[in-house]
């Protein structure tokens, strides 16, 4: 069985223990969160995260823990060459990373940065030392480094500037990479040849540095540097292509998580993860996911 889940919320009044639930009605055996919202630095202390239940729920359910992921807010960026701002970043970040470790998960995956106006390589090598640094304050995290789109200045749009950080990082167990899907065919790579992406993700980088894969189609064609997420099966990517990537031979140990879109009639919207987890698992593709997932939800 593939470990597959989705992004799932965390809010009040249940947070850790009703992000566990979310995943759990989604028929998941794993899910990432964010610790708080994405685009600011407000946190709920982790006394009222409801961490014990939520743990004790993984329990019940078959969830493992080391395979639950956090997802640092994007609002970090270690690549901005500006030092006051890139401090506010980095403080973050090991807040993040402490408050990932008290919850008992082990991987972080965080955006690697946007190197503005800056040097791009002084950028890579920035972000290399603050890594570093924040690994030194908690050794036991393993820090995920996304492939992106490349909007804008975005690093990390080629496995090439992932590798090069790498690199520079020396604890090599607390490194690693978050693949996602709709960045790298944003970002170029095709994903109608998996054996050649896969064998070239290998040879530049290594899979074993490869722990979680962001599963989502794509609203672009490839090479378009967008990142705008589709649900799976809708976008350019494709049913197909999306399935025999996730059942590649060499990477049945990775951690799979969906961040497709809510589905939205004209005044709510609702989660896919369900059936489109559903229907990754039955390798069939959902015709009809939109009617079902309005229809379940609305009863
Ligand atoms: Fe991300
Ligand atoms: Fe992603
Ligand atoms: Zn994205």
């Not at 989705?6 to 990432?32: K, Q, R, W």
């Not at 008992?104 to 090598?125: F, Q, T, W």
């Not at 998580?257 to 698992?281: G, V």
């Amino acid at each position: 069985m593939i470990k597959i889940g989705s992004h799932v919320s965390m809010t009040s009044p249940n947070f850790f223990l009703g992000s566990v639930n979310e995943a759990i009605s989604y028929n998941a055996n794993t899910f990432m969160f964010y610790t708080g919202a994405p685009q600011n630095s407000l946190r709920v202390p982790l006394e009222r995260l409801k961490i014990n239940e939520a743990w004790k729920m993984m329990k019940d359910n078959n969830i493992d823990i080391n395979n639950v992921i956090v997802h640092a807010p994007y609002l970090i960026n270690l690549a901005n060459l500006n030092q006051e701002k890139v401090a506010i970043s980095y403080n973050l970040l090991v807040n993040e990373i402490n408050r990932t470790i008290k919850m008992g998960c082990k991987y972080i995956v965080l955006h690697p940065g946007a190197s503005m106006d800056y040097n791009r390589i002084e950028s890579l090598n920035q972000v290399a030392n603050l890594l570093n640094k924040a690994i030194d304050s908690n050794p036991s995290i393993c820090i995920l480094l996304e492939t992106m789109a490349g909007k804008g200045s975005e690093i990390g749009k080629v496995f090439e500037e992932i590798k090069y950080i790498i690199d520079k990082i020396d604890k090599k167990d607390s490194i690693g990479v978050c693949l996602d899907t709709c960045h790298i065919h944003d970002g170029g790579y095709n994903l109608c040849c998996v054996d050649e992406l896969i064998a070239k993700f290998d040879s530049i980088i290594g899979l074993s540095y490869l722990k979680v894969c962001h599963i989502n189609d794509s609203k672009n064609e490839m090479g378009a540097h967008k990142d705008r997420h589709e649900n799976i099966g809708y976008g350019k990517i494709g049913f197909d292509n999306l399935i025999n990537f996730i059942y590649h031979p060499l990477i049945q140990d990775k951690i799979f998580i969906l961040e497709t879109p809510y589905i939205k009639d004209d005044k709510n919207s609702f989660p896919p993860y369900k059936f489109e987890i559903s229907s990754i698992l039955n390798k069939k593709f959902d015709e009809n996911l939109y009617q079902e997932v309005i229809s379940y939800y609305k009863k």
